[in-house]
């Protein structure tokens, strides 16, 4: 297997420890690239030319880190399936994270034209949505989050990307 990632990418970050817990390293070459430079490698894996990107065995690829996530779980752990309570709240606490990620990127985007281009009405918007999520996760999943998980993982690596980027959002408070 092979994955495609960048080492600024939160959604990478996730798929990487993923692999990681999973102790999996060995059986996945990393290939880093800048999705931004359109490599050819990469989107001929995937045609929306984003990362993370895996590339099974048999040629097949996978994209979207909740994708690549759950299907490495799935064929690496052989344990008892987790019950239908607790696959969705991780799913609903990684979709959380996911979104203020996507939020966070569209809003480090925005930030990078030229001034006279910016949006200010869809600069209120991301840095609602990811106020918004912080509350929401403050409010309901804390507690869970606790527990390494998915989940949890993809809030960390959301926390995380947002103090990198947008430092003077002291989500911490």
């Known amino acids: 297997m092979k994955l495609y990632y960048s080492k ?7 798929v990487l420890i993923v692999i990681y817990e999973l102790e999996i390293v060995d059986k996945i070459e990393i ?10 490698d ?3 894996n995937n045609p929306l030319g984003k990362i993370p990107t895996l590339v099974l ?12 996530a759950e299907y490495l779980q799935r ?3 052989n344990k008892a399936p987790l019950s239908l309570e607790s696959y969705v709240s991780q ?8 979104g ?24 209120r918007r991301w840095e609602g949505a990811i106020l918004r999520s912080i509350a929401e996760f403050e409010r309901k999943y804390i507690d869970d989050a606790r527990q390494w998980h998915l989940g949890s993982i993809a809030m960390a ?7 990198f980027r947008i430092p003077e959002n002291d989500w911490k408070q």
């Not at 065995?57 to 690549?68: C, E, H, L």
């Not at 690596?157 to 103090?163: I, K």
Request: with cysteine; hydrophobic share 35%.
């Open 8 to 14: 600024t990418s939160p959604y990478s970050r996730k």
């Open 31 to 40: 290939m880093p690239v800048n999705p931004l430079e359109d490599p050819p």
């Open 42 to 44: 990469l989107n001929e």
């Open 57 to 68: 065995s048999n040629g097949d690829s996978i994209f979207d880190s909740p994708v690549i």
């Open 75 to 77: 064929h690496f752990v």
């Open 91 to 98: 799913q609903r606490l990684q979709a959380l994270a996911d």
């Open 100 to 123: 203020m990620m996507d939020a966070t990127f569209s809003l480090v985007m925005e930030l990078r034209r030229p001034e006279e281009q910016r949006s200010p009405f869809w600069q």
């Open 157 to 163: 690596c959301g926390l995380d990307y947002l103090a």
